[in-house]
């Protein structure tokens, strides 16, 4: 059974930081490409990040330059590291994993990103 657990999600003032996390199981974690959607209330999910198994990063330009993707193999965890936070990045933010294309496999339950004024 897969599963994809997110955490780091929490309450922020504009300009801070935060660090989410996805702890993956069930899957051979090394081979599979992650990553990173969130859904602002009333908005559809969007890309924020993605990262292959060779390390290669992806980044919605909404981002770029604000949010870092990593991943730790020997953990089976995926990082997202999200610096100068605005309340435009508010939202639930997912963990996936395995593209099949059109769209990822597996999906966590989300954690909620909330970046006050």
């Known amino acids: 059974q897969v599963q994809l657990v997110e955490s780091g999600g929490g309450l922020v003032q504009a300009g801070g930081s935060l660090q989410l996390s996805c702890a993956a199981s069930?899957?051979?974690?090394?081979?599979?490409?992650m990553a990173w959607y969130r859904q602002a209330p009333g908005k559809q999910r969007e890309m924020v990040a993605t990262?292959?198994?060779?390390?290669?990063?992806n980044y919605a330009d909404s981002v770029q330059g604000r949010f870092t993707i990593s991943r730790a193999n020997a953990k089976s965890t995926v990082y997202l590291q999200m610096n100068s936070l605005k309340p435009e990045d508010t939202g639930v933010y997912y963990c996936?994993?395995?593209?099949?294309?059109?769209?990822?496999?597996?999906w966590g339950q989300g954690t909620q990103v909330t970046v006050s004024s």
């Open positions: 990262i292959t198994p060779g390390g290669n990063t």
């Open positions: 996936a994993a395995h593209w099949t294309g059109p769209d990822y496999r597996y």
């Open positions: 069930g899957i051979i974690f090394s081979i599979n490409v």
